[in-house]
């Protein structure tokens, strides 16, 4: 549940700005007793964290809050019960279960997740229109806000280096393409265009801005905010990529309301239990995959798959399938770390393409004799 859809508490609270509703006062009523505060974490770094209390920001200690499973450490956006004032240090006592998580899998070879925001109602994703548009990794940062609960929105920063209208329509309709459902929305914060409409976006719950380095999202960050927060370095004309000017993820409020988590300059965006996400980003596939003879077609060289006779008449884009394919695949690989049953599935699709290619291969043969 989002919070722009939950009643406000009975009495004004001093952590209104930040998200708190009265879904939190109820989450949090079992610690009042103990004499905890309430805070939303604004910053982690190193095993601390910055907590924005009904005092005022404090500093904590999130010793007694590390468990074993890396999904449940403190993240920016978590709503937690801290320790009262007069502790020196003051710690975290627990985490108040989140409404929402926006999770990509770790660098490592490990099967782990990485909580990049938590208690997300927005998923804003800054796409540079400085360079050329990247429609795949567009649809990859889409499958994990659709997958997080968040509702997702696309943001086309740099407007204003794209002058022709005729062009910028065109770009626009591509990404839109990629994105079905997403709002798309192209920005000018160095001109001030397109602000209001975004504004009206974030200014209800909390967004999360994502993107990779040079995508201008600390400038975005900044016009939002009516102030120069955030650090801000030039990308580079080659490639348009910048240097990571956010080294953390920090959450702030914004003036006309609504809660801001700006994200660093993120190069991996790589899927974690990203089923449903996919089956978002690509609705219009889904939709065509139920009319296929066999329902559990692939999409390859099925008889009777209504997606590859979409592709054939022109009307689903061949990019769209290759990319679909790869993300589900990628998924797949992820989710069989842990998950026996898909290991199992996927080495018996792995032996059926094997049986395919070695039956193609020997008909082959058999026509060249």
Sequence with gaps: MSSSSLPSPSASHPLQPYGWDAGWEDEFAPYAPQGLVPGRVVRVDRGRC????????????????????????????????????GGDP????????????????????????????????????AVSLAVELDLARVERFLALAWESGAQPAVVLTK?????????LAHLVRDVETSAPGVPVLTVSATLGEGLDVLEAVVGRGTAVLLGQSGAGKSTLANALLGADVMDVRAARDVDGKGRHTTTTRNLLALPG????????????VGLWDA???????????EELGADCRFHDCAHESEP????????????????????????????????????????????????RRGALGRAAMEAKRGHLG
């Design 50 to 85: 910055d907590v924005v209390t009904p005092g005022g920001t404090v500093r904590a200690d999130t010793e007694f809050v590390v468990p074993r499973d890396p999904m449940k450490v403190v993240c920016t956006g978590d709503w937690v019960a801290v320790d009262p004032e």
């Design 90 to 125: 003051r710690y975290v006592r627990t985490l108040l279960p989140r409404r929402t998580a926006f999770v990509r899998s770790t660098s490592s070879k490990r099967s782990e997740g990485q909580i990049l925001a938590a208690n997300v109602d927005h998923a804003v994703v």
């Design 159 to 167: 407007a204003d280096l794209v002058p022709d209208p005729v062009t």
């Design 257 to 268: 309301g609504g809660v801001l988590i700006d994200t660093p300059g993120l190069r991996g």
């Design 275 to 285: 089923g449903h996400g996919v089956g978002q980003v690509f609705a219009e596939i």
């Design 304 to 351: 009777g798959c209504a997606v590859l006779a979409a592709v054939d008449t022109g009307e689903l884009p061949v990019r769209r399938l290759e990319s679909y394919r790869k993300l589900l695949r990628e998924n797949q690989r992820i989710v069989a770390k842990t998950d026996a049953r898909v290991r199992a599935e996927l080495r018996k699709e792995y032996k």
